[in-house]
Structure formats: structure tokens, C-alpha cells
């Protein structure tokens, strides 16, 4: 088993990212990265990118609102 890589955003707990073969997989801890989940990435940045953006799309819907 591979080392656990834990994600945040903007200090907030999102998820663990665990080598999967070549790749990295992310297992979300919270929400709104529960769609992330099980997610397959092809480095440690991607997953972290896409937390990210994931965070900021969900910010910006709900200053919209």
C-alpha cells in the first residue's frame, strides 16, 4: 500500500489520494468533493487541480445565488 496523500482546500480537508498503480485515485473526505470520488488521476497535481476547481465552481454557484 502506497504513502496516503491528503488534499486541501484553502485549509479545509477534501480528500486522500492513494497511488493506484501508475495513477492516483482520490477518496473524498468531504463535501462538496463527494463527486471527485473514486476518481482515477494521472499525477497528484491533477487531483488536487480538480478539488480546486471543483471548490471554486461550487463557490462561485452559491455567490450567484
Do not use: C, K, Y
Not at 473514486?38 to 455567490?63: E, I
Amino acid at each position: 500500500m502506497s504513502d496516503p496523500f491528503i488534499v486541501e482546500i484553502w485549509g479545509e480537508p477534501a480528500g486522500i489520494v492513494l497511488r493506484d498503480g501508475n495513477a492516483f485515485r482520490f477518496h473524498a473526505t468531504a463535501r462538496p468533493f463527494f463527486e471527485l470520488d473514486g476518481t482515477q488521476f494521472t499525477t497528484l497535481g491533477h487531483a488536487r487541480l480538480a478539488a480546486a476547481r471543483l471548490s471554486a465552481s461550487r463557490a462561485g454557484a452559491a455567490a450567484r445565488a
